[in-house]
C-alpha cells in the first residue's frame, strides 16, 4: 500500500513455482513480438494475464522479470488502477482493483499510451466549456 492507500502491485517474486506452467517464455516472446509490430506497423496489443494459466509463482516471476520503469499512474474510476510502465518503453502493465482491494482485472498493454489514460473527445469538450464559461465569467467581474 502507498502512502494514499492505493494497492502496488508486487515485482518481487512471492514463492518458487511448482509445477511451472511453460507460459512465462512464450508471454515475453509475445510481447517482444508485440513491441516489433508496434515499432513497425503501430499496431498495439494487450495480453489479458488473467486469462492465461499461470502456476503461483509464475506472474509474480513475470512481472520480476519485466521490471519497473520510469511512469506510474493511479487512478480512480468504479475502484482505483494502477498503470506502470515496465523497463521496456511501451510496455505497461495494467492492474484493476475491486474496492476491497482484489484485483479485478490485470492486463499486459504493448502501446504509447494505454487508453485508459487518455482523455475521451467528450471529457474534452466539457473541460473546454467549462474554462471557456470560467474565463467568461472572470472577464465579466474585472
Not at 513475470?62 to 521490471?67: C, F, K, S, Y
Not at 475491486?98 to 484485483?103: A, L, M, R, T, V
Given at each position: 500500500m502507498t502512502a494514499d492507500g492505493m494497492p502496488v502491485p508486487s515485482f518481487a517474486a512471492s514463492a518458487p513455482c511448482a509445477p511451472p506452467t511453460g507460459n512465462l517464455g512464450p508471454l515475453l516472446h509475445e510481447i517482444r513480438h508485440a513491441l516489433t509490430r508496434w515499432l513497425e506497423?503501430?499496431?498495439?496489443?494487450?495480453?489479458?494475464?488473467?486469462?492465461?494459466?499461470?502456476?503461483?509463482?509464475?506472474?509474480?516471476?513475470?512481472?520480476?522479470?519485466?521490471?519497473?520503469?520510469?511512469?506510474?499512474?493511479?487512478l480512480s474510476i468504479m475502484g482505483p488502477s494502477v498503470i506502470i510502465e515496465t523497463r521496456s518503453p511501451g510496455v505497461w502493465?495494467?492492474?484493476?482493483?475491486?474496492?476491497?482491494?482484489?484485483?479485478?482485472?490485470?492486463?499486459?498493454?504493448?502501446?504509447?499510451?494505454?487508453?485508459?489514460?487518455?482523455?475521451?473527445?467528450?471529457?474534452?469538450?466539457?473541460?473546454?466549456?467549462?474554462?471557456?464559461?470560467?474565463?467568461?465569467?472572470?472577464?465579466?467581474t474585472v
Open positions: 506497423q503501430g499496431t498495439e496489443h494487450a495480453i489479458d494475464l488473467r486469462s492465461i494459466p499461470l502456476a503461483a509463482g509464475e506472474e509474480d516471476s513475470l512481472l520480476e522479470q519485466l521490471g519497473e520503469g520510469e511512469v506510474s499512474a493511479r502493465l495494467v492492474t484493476h482493483y475491486s474496492e476491497d482491494e482484489c484485483i479485478t482485472g490485470r492486463f499486459i498493454e504493448v502501446c504509447q499510451v494505454p487508453a485508459i489514460l487518455k482523455s475521451q473527445t467528450d471529457d474534452i469538450r466539457t473541460g473546454l466549456e467549462r474554462l471557456e464559461e470560467q474565463l467568461s465569467n472572470a472577464e465579466s
